[in-house]
């Protein structure tokens, strides 16, 4: 543990101060082992404001608790396979910037792709063989257009989505206000397909923001390819 998260440390505070930092940590065992006390790997990720997550396979351990509440992290601990994509897919996103830091330009390069796995730096014309990375020769960062849309998307996630017709409707007003809320239901903006029935409209959800309905394959469609709503577009 603390060996890792020396490491961590040293390379994450090469990142500069604009950098979100964060280390995520995948266990198996219910010990660690540290040449020195656990409690000095605790003072040193809030000292660096370096952000700690945890899932465990096995079971809850204290001390990696405390981590991931002095670091203000998340700590899971998954019940069966799916519940550990789902727990890594949520670590995965960008956490928000609580720190209210301002924002300041970056310079950035946007490198010649030569081939597989050749890339040209646009400043001093060195190759390097990935993206995203730094050119070792002039210091300057080097990303993809990909990459970027990419972290767009994290973000400026799109807008919420509200079920047209909600489940907690009062038993003695179910179905009359479910008749109301049916009426209201538009044709999907994205592909075009219309509620039938009461029970298909309960797949429906409309925009936060554009209040534009949506079917059920279309709202996960935006949430995992698309990244943004076709009526606020």
Request: charged share 20%; net charge negative; aromatic share 4%.
């Given at each position: 543990m603390v060996n890792g998260i020396k490491l961590c440390t040293d390379m994450l505070n090469s990142a500069g101060e604009d950098a979100s930092k964060e280390i995520v940590f995948l266990l198996g065992a219910l010990s660690t082992i540290d040449p020195?006390?656990?409690?000095?790997?605790?003072?040193?990720?809030?000292?660096?404001?370096?952000?700690?997550?945890?899932?465990?396979?096995?079971?809850?351990?204290k001390i990696w608790k405390d981590l991931t509440q002095v670091s203000d992290g998340n700590y899971f601990v998954p019940l069966d396979v799916h519940s550990i994509s789902e727990k890594l897919e949520i670590l995965a996103r960008?956490?928000?910037?609580?720190?209210?830091?301002?924002?300041?330009?970056?310079?950035?390069?946007?490198?010649?792709?030569?081939?597989?796995?050749?890339?040209?730096?646009p400043q001093c014309r060195t190759r390097v063989t990935a993206l995203p990375t730094t050119c070792p020769v002039c210091r300057l960062p080097l990303v993809s257009a990909p990459h970027l849309?990419?972290?767009?998307?994290?973000?400026?996630?799109?807008?919420?989505?509200?079920?047209?017709?909600?489940?907690d409707i009062p038993e003695d007003e179910r179905d009359q206000t479910e008749r109301e809320l049916f009426n209201l239901i538009q044709?999907?903006?994205?592909?075009?397909?219309?509620?039938?029935?009461?029970?298909?409209?309960?797949?429906?959800?409309?925009?936060?923001?554009?209040?534009?309905?949506?079917?059920?394959?279309?709202?996960?469609?935006?949430?995992?390819?698309?990244?943004?709503?076709?009526?606020?577009?």
């Open positions: 020195d006390g656990p409690h000095e790997a605790l003072n040193m990720v809030k000292m660096n404001n370096i952000r700690c997550s945890v899932v465990s396979l096995s079971a809850e351990v960008p956490p928000k910037d609580t720190a209210g830091k301002q924002a300041s330009l970056m310079r950035m390069g946007f490198p010649i792709n030569e081939g597989k796995n050749k890339y040209v730096c849309a990419r972290s767009y998307h994290h973000l400026f996630p799109p807008p919420n989505t509200i079920p047209h017709i909600p489940d044709s999907c903006i994205g592909c075009g397909e219309t509620a039938n029935s009461i029970e298909e409209g309960k797949q429906f959800v409309y925009c936060e923001l554009c209040r534009s309905s949506l079917c059920q394959l279309c709202d996960i469609l935006i949430d995992d390819n698309i990244h943004s709503c076709p009526g606020c577009s």
